[in-house]
């Protein structure tokens, strides 16, 4: 079964930083997507970044653009969220989620996503 374990979370100040960490197991598949996403409580869910195992590219909403960075390992199955100068309204459960297949670029589309993770809750103190 493919299992996506998200943790790192916690609690931090407003300008520090932390490091998400998704561990990807139990498939096969070589061409994926691993995908942040994150909601806040009355907030509708929203896509972070994706990394694509086909090429490695990348992609951040423009909502944490120059402030957080995704890369994974050499295999892509372990995938992170380095968040920076973090903001009060960063506060939300983050998940990470895995597409079977392709992804369009450009996005990060829940529906895309095949498998979810549990998520890990990032809060952000002012």
């Known amino acids: 079964d493919v299992q996506l374990q998200a943790s790192g979370g916690g609690l931090v100040q407003a300008g520090g930083s932390l490091r998400l960490s998704c561990a990807a197991s139990?498939?096969?598949?070589?061409?994926?997507?691993i995908g942040w996403f994150r909601q806040a409580p009355g907030k509708e869910r929203e896509g972070v970044a994706y990394?694509?195992?086909?090429?490695?590219?990348?992609y951040c909403a423009d909502s944490v653009k120059g402030r957080f960075t995704i890369s994974s390992d050499n295999a892509k199955t372990t995938v992170y969220l380095q968040m920076n100068s973090l903001k009060p309204e960063d506060t939300a459960q983050y998940y990470c989620?895995?597409?079977?297949?392709?992804?369009?670029?450009?996005?990060?589309?829940?529906?895309?996503?095949?498998?979810w993770g549990q998520g890990t809750q990032v809060t952000v103190s002012s």
């Open positions: 989620a895995l597409a079977r297949g392709a992804i369009v670029p450009g996005n990060v589309r829940p529906y895309e996503y095949d498998y």
């Open positions: 139990g498939f096969t598949f070589h061409d994926f997507a």
């Open positions: 990394l694509r195992s086909s090429d490695g590219s990348t």
